[in-house]
T-cell receptor, first 113, second 114 residues
Framework: DSGVTQTPKHLITATGQRVTLRCSPR?????VYWYQQSLDQGLQFLIQYYNGEERAKGNILERFSAQQFPDLHSELNLSSLELGDSALYFC????????????FGPGTRLTVL | AQKITQTQPGMFVQEKEAVTLDCTYDTSDPSYGLFWYKQPSSGEMIFLIYQGSYDQQNATEGRYSLNFQKARKSANLVISASQLGDSAMYFC???????????FGTGTRLTIIP
């Protein structure tokens, strides 16, 4: 158990819908990262927050957004969902940034029908 | 830009044998970190081992060791005395100092045969 929690574990929804994925980092970790794992794209970095502020952005679609709250938990919002958004979404956390190890949550498996 | 290459899509290894999973990387960052993660069929990503680019010694964590050859830009994972529970996907990843994201390779699927 990495100490990072993600809910829900599974999510099945229809095209065009909007979903919210939630992540709680390890106790004491200030940085939260979101990654998407799909069969065709592999593991891709989406976005990072550090102590409530957006720190880095990767290949995140405009339909996707995220935020980190004062209690350091984070939410990833996916809207106008398409079939291609079906993937495993991971949240990871680290103490700070730099070269700190990122510990991953169990992931949320999103299926868009 | 950073790039990780894992050239072994799949490997089959007899139980109790040692196994080496290959990883080469490319980066222009003078300081960087290399990581290995394990992903069992259940899906979670489990951190295994870390090597800093300026570390003088190869990293070890229990049965895992990292064979770091900086000049060759390789960071191979060695698992000693393999067990059935080692069957999983293994990902090599890196990040540069000041570059927040992890860049992953495509992974190697390791199957341990009893």
């Amino acid at each position: 158990d990495s100490g990072v929690t993600q809910t829900p574990k599974h999510l099945i929804t229809a095209t065009g819908q909007r979903v919210t994925l939630r992540c709680s980092p390890r106790s004491g970790d200030l940085s939260v990262y979101w990654y998407q794992q799909s069969l065709d794209q592999g593991l891709q970095f989406l976005i990072q927050y550090y102590n409530g502020e957006e720190r880095a952005k990767g290949n995140i679609l405009e339909r996707f957004s995220a935020q980190q709250f004062p209690d350091l938990h984070s939410e990833l919002n996916l809207s106008s969902l398409e079939l291609g958004d079906s993937a495993l979404y991971f949240c990871a956390s680290s103490v700070r940034t730099a070269l700190d190890t990122q510990y991953f949550g169990p992931g949320t498996r999103l299926t868009v029908l | 830009a950073q790039k990780i290459t894992q050239t072994q899509p799949g490997m089959f290894v007899q139980e109790k044998e040692a196994v080496t999973l290959d990883c080469t990387y490319d980066t222009s960052d003078p300081s960087y970190g290399l990581f290995w993660y394990k992903q069992p069929s259940s899906g979670e990503m489990i951190f295994l081992i870390y090597q800093g680019s300026y570390d003088q010694q190869n990293a070890t964590e229990g049965r895992y060791s990292l064979n770091f050859q900086k000049a060759r830009k390789s960071a191979n994972l060695v698992i000693s005395a393999s067990q059935l529970g080692d069957s999983a996907m293994y990902f090599c990843a890196m990040r540069g100092f000041g570059n927040e994201k992890l860049t992953f390779g495509t992974g190697t699927r390791l199957t341990i045969i009893p």
